[in-house]
């Protein structure tokens, strides 16, 4: 199922409807409480907004990255949300206006890296078109923490399918981040995607395996749902483990969300 040829244009298309949710707010909507904790509408998109200055620095300036790297690991538990608040600080009309600048030049920069060129990041290296997906895979998931905030639905596309595949990309690291070993054969995904066609990956014959729709496993492996609230099944006790501990994004182990009806959201 690779399909990186489309990703640039697909992170472009996410990213001005994830824009589409914010451009007419006023103060009381940029203030309002999403589903992460401590997390308002301005805190998703300066998020948002910090990761792609981030990835525009490590794509551009390798030895300015490091620097960030290093200011990360002195603080593992607070530079996510440290950097979320110092944009959520700004007047919305400045904080939006610099992640449009900043998405367009990560854009453009992702573009034009060479083939083969391996891009540093906070976790592993890694290729444009795939930074591109993580990016994808991002603003789709914090979109969908504005939208919530906002009372609104937003129907899946096929761009879901680069957030699937970065979910099966990133088993081995969900596994090793809860430090466990991962195991050592392929599984084999079958998902069903918003139009109905299948998403398929892995071996036919592999006896872990993964079904279910496209939409509850993105919702899974970007931490947006609890697995109890999803349709869907594993088989295998390997499968079933990782179920338990997906996730598609960089970084120690997310807290994820618990189950319909109670309390505390998580990021």
């Known amino acids: 199922m690779a399909d990186p040829t489309s990703v640039f244009d697909d992170l472009d298309e996410e990213s001005g409807e994830a824009d589409a949710l914010v451009a007419s707010l006023g103060p009381e909507g940029w203030a309002l409480a999403t589903p992460a904790p401590g997390w308002t509408v301005a805190h998703q998109i300066a998020h948002l907004a910090w990761t792609d200055r981030s990835a525009l620095v490590a794509v551009t300036d390798e030895a300015a990255f490091r620097t960030l790297v290093d200011k990360a690991l002195a603080a593992p538990g607070s530079f996510v949300d440290e950097g979320a608040a110092e944009g959520a600080a700004l007047p919305p009309a400045e904080l939006l206006a610099g992640w449009r600048e900043g998405r367009v030049a990560l854009a453009r920069a992702l573009r034009e890296v060479p083939p083969g060129t391996r891009v540093p990041w906070y976790g592993p290296p890694m290729a444009a078109p795939t930074m591109a997906t993580a990016r994808l895979m991002e603003t789709w998931a914090h979109g969908l923490d504005i939208a919530d905030a906002l009372g609104v639905v937003r129907p899946p596309t096929g761009r879901l399918r680069h957030v699937a595949r970065l979910g099966v990309r990133t088993r081995d690291h969900a596994f090793a981040a809860h430090g466990l ?60 483990r990782w179920l338990d501990l997906a996730q598609a994004f960089a970084g120690p182990p ?14």
Do not use: I, K, Y
């Open 181 to 240: 070993t991962p195991p050592a054969e392929p599984f084999r995904v079958e998902l069903t995607a918003p139009d109905g066609e299948s998403w398929v990956h892995g071996p036919e014959d592999a006896a872990q395996r993964v079904t279910g729709p496209a939409l509850d496993f993105c919702l899974l492996t970007t931490q947006r749902a609890h697995r109890a609230d999803l349709a869907l099944t594993a088989t295998g006790p390997d499968a079933d």
């Open 254 to 267: 997310g807290a994820g969300r618990p189950p319909r009806g109670t309390t505390g959201e998580q990021r």
